[in-house]
């Protein structure tokens, strides 16, 4: 599987929402992760976020960075900072090129 770009997922799940939104058709940055990856979450858990990051980005094997890359696009997406969350998706996928960190 080549390593999906944000550009690809945003235009398949151009408008995520946060958590306050859920409804049948509502997902976050994550959730168009997970979706796009054929995962049926549309607000994953931290865990399930990381493990859909590792994925979607096989050089993306250290647990420890997948993990703060989630929790940056988990914070971003809850505080309604769409754009910073797929930034930080961004990063996800790019690694190891793109700067791991903010």
Not at 28 to 55: E, H, N, S, W
Not at 77 to 96: H, K, T
Request: aromatic share 8%; net charge negative; proline share 7%.
């Amino acid at each position: 599987m080549t390593t999906p770009t944000v550009t690809e997922i945003r235009a398949k799940y151009p408008k995520p929402s946060n958590a306050d939104l859920i409804g049948a058709y509502c997902y976050c940055v994550g959730g168009a992760l997970t979706l796009y990856l054929g995962i049926a979450q549309r607000f994953p858990m931290t865990t399930d976020l990381v493990l859909a990051l590792k994925m979607a980005n096989p050089e993306l094997h250290d647990t420890m960075t997948a993990f703060d890359i989630a929790r940056d696009i988990m914070g971003a997406n809850d505080s309604g900072d769409f754009e910073a969350a797929w930034a930080a998706l961004d990063r996800a996928l790019r690694y190891p090129e793109a700067e791991v960190t903010p």
